[in-house]
């Protein structure tokens, strides 16, 4: 059998074509009008070439030419349309394959092009995954960054004198951006072996009421065990871990222990809902720091407190303070019960003084806090104490003066106060004060109760201005 | 106003040696243990058993002039005893004993202690007559009055 391809020029090669275009085109047509001239020219049996004849072969020359020029075309086209793709996938149009299915070049060049542009989508998906994951990583960066940060502002707050409770909110607040973080908590114990939660987030309140009893201790003891803080996930088999799992209805759980003096007061901690995620080592740390956070917050506090316990002074008027005051009252009515004496208990106030001090600023009622200070110390006696009982109130303790020396006194003291102040031009400056005296043993036998009668006889003694009132 | 407040002036130690009741070297003993350990002076001497609370008492009616009661021999009348508060007899150690009119009449143990007197006739707003009468008289008087109330 003849094969017809082999007779085809379009599996033939470009050089191939272009040698039977070139031939076509110029070749055969100019052998055609070489042989035409000689014929005419020697006008060789010219009868025999009529004008027909030569027409014809003029036309067959004319339709070589033609065919030459179809087969040039062949060549040149696809190089225009390969130009063309190329063109658009340069643009960025990495998808476009070249579709020349030949034998030639043309078709080498096609799927060597198709070749590249594999290569080179592929080299820009890998780039862009290299570039995904280190958005990823940069993320993360940021993520541990405002963590940290968040670590910084908490230490802040805690030097600044935060109050626990916002100290706690805080650290839960930052807590619930750690990743993939679903709920958490700040638990501490109480004296009674329960635990109060001072702060969560994403725990339902069945739960969060467990945790104050059976549920804090199960957690509370596998913390004892772990100190350094643990992360549990679904691979972990022991039965408390699993017990845990379950009451939390989480698989994957951080816990770290809240240290105090060494001893472990509480613990922090914080648990995914997402089945496949499993906490990293980075988190616990960040964890752990922020339980110490907390323990440094709780020291702090406790040692605040001590010392406002310690501090017996107003600091603004140098007089003694409320707490120092009352315990010394207390002192004072069992000293006076064992010597059967009396001892009495003055309350003072300014009259009017939050309309003098929202008039005349801080600078003028700290000035008539002072003096007024100043008048009250200078007029006791050596046994005698007087405090800053509150904003605009004074307390004095009179050991061995019963109810009426300590009423004279005490107007002696108010009288003291209206005469100095009586001298000011404004007459809204011109300060008074009432009092209140209660007194051991008529008005009880302890300072709860003569601090609660004059109280009782100062609010009256407020609405009068100006007087002392004993008994209601 | 009782007259007889003005004219105290001597402490109840130095009338207890003035009277030979106790010597000066009991007194200063006494005193020293006041010092360290607290408490009433009349109380210390009858602990020690250098003075008996009845001498005391006759001391101090010897001197003022104020009468003696034996209060155990002494019956209350229930309407009397709640002129005065429980904690304000035990603490000044003295029980109101009778009332006419505008009058209180009180036993104590320390007729000295006018500060205790003065608050009595603030609560009781009577003029107040003073006996004396031994402590644990008197507490003994205030446990079973103030129990019946």
């Keep these: 059998m003849v094969n017809v391809k082999e007779f085809s020029l379009l599996n033939k090669s470009l050089r191939h074509k272009l040698r039977v275009a070139f031939y076509l085109m110029s070749l055969i047509p100019l052998i055609t009008c070489i042989t035409l001239f000689i014929i005419y020219y020697n006008n060789i049996s010219v009868n025999a070439w009529s004008f027909w004849e030569m027409f014809i072969s003029i036309s067959v020359s004319f339709i070589i030419a033609i065919l030459g020029f179809l087969v040039a075309k062949q060549i040149v086209d696809p190089i225009i349309e390969i130009n063309a793709e190329v063109k658009s996938i340069t643009r960025g149009d990495l998808n476009r394959r070249l579709s020349f299915d030949r034998e030639d070049e043309i078709g080498d060049l096609s799927s060597s092009l198709n070749q590249l542009v594999e290569r080179i989508r592929n080299n820009m998906d890998e780039l862009r995954n290299y570039g995904e994951k280190t958005k990823q990583i940069n993320y993360e960066i940021n993520r541990r960054v405002v963590l940290l940060s968040g670590l910084l502002e908490i230490s802040n707050l805690i030097t600044k004198g935060t109050s626990l409770r916002e100290i706690f909110d805080i650290s839960i607040g930052k807590l619930s951006e750690l990743q993939d973080a679903s709920w958490g908590c700040i638990v501490l114990q109480n004296e009674d072996k329960t635990f109060r939660i001072e702060a969560s987030y994403g725990l339902d309140e069945h739960t969060v009421e467990d945790l104050k009893h059976d549920l804090g201790l199960k957690v509370m003891d596998y913390v004892l065990l772990n100190k350094q803080g643990v992360i549990i996930n679904k691979d972990y088999s022991e039965k408390e871990v699993v017990v845990l799992r379950e009451r939390f209805g989480t698989d994957n759980i951080m816990l770290c222990p809240i240290f105090e003096h060494g001893r472990i007061i509480g613990f922090v901690g914080v648990g995914s809902l997402q089945k496949e995620a499993t906490f990293a080592k980075e988190d616990l740390e960040i964890v752990l720091i922020f339980a110490k956070q907390i323990a440094i917050a709780l020291e702090n506090e406790y040692l605040i407190n001590r010392l406002q316990k310690l501090e017996i002074k107003d600091t603004l008027t140098g007089l003694y303070n409320k707490n120092f005051i009352i315990n010394r009252l207390q002192e004072e009515i069992r000293r006076a019960i064992i010597y059967q004496r009396p001892c009495s208990f003055v309350l003072l106030s300014i009259d009017k003084f939050k309309d003098f001090s929202s008039t005349y600023g801080v600078l003028a009622t700290e000035a008539a806090l002072k003096k007024i200070a100043t008048i009250l110390e200078s007029g006791i006696t050596d046994i005698d104490r007087v405090a800053r009982y509150g904003d605009f109130e004074f307390a004095i303790v009179l050991p061995d003066k019963n109810k009426k020396h300590s009423v004279n006194f005490a107007n002696q003291l108010r009288v003291k106060v209206a005469e100095y102040f009586s001298q000011e031009d404004d007459a809204k400056k011109r300060l008074t004060i009432c009092g209140a005296v209660s007194e051991n043993p008529i008005d009880g036998s302890n300072a709860k109760d003569l601090i609660s009668k004059a109280e009782n006889f100062l609010n009256i003694a407020r609405q009068k201005e100006n007087t002392i009132i004993d008994k209601l | ?149």
């Design chain 2, 1 to 149: 106003m009782l007259p007889i407040r003005k004219i105290i002036s001597k402490q109840l130690g130095e009338l207890l040696v003035e009277r030979n009741i106790i010597t000066k070297e009991q007194l200063e003993k006494a005193l020293e243990i006041q010092k360290g350990k607290g408490g009433l002076l009349g109380e210390i001497l009858n602990e020690l058993g250098y003075a008996k609370e009845e001498d005391i008492a006759h001391a101090l009616t010897a001197q003022y002039g104020f009468p003696f009661l034996p209060l155990a021999n002494y019956e209350i009348e229930q309407q009397v005893v709640l002129t005065i508060p429980e904690n304000v007899c035990s603490q000044y150690c003295l029980i109101p004993i009778d009332k006419i009119g505008n009058n209180l009449t009180i036993a104590m143990s320390n007729p000295l202690n006018t500060q205790a007197i003065e608050d009595v006739e603030e609560i009781s707003k009577c003029s107040v007559q003073i006996f004396v009468a031994t402590p644990s008289d008197i507490r003994k008087a205030i446990q079973k009055y103030y129990k019946n109330k």
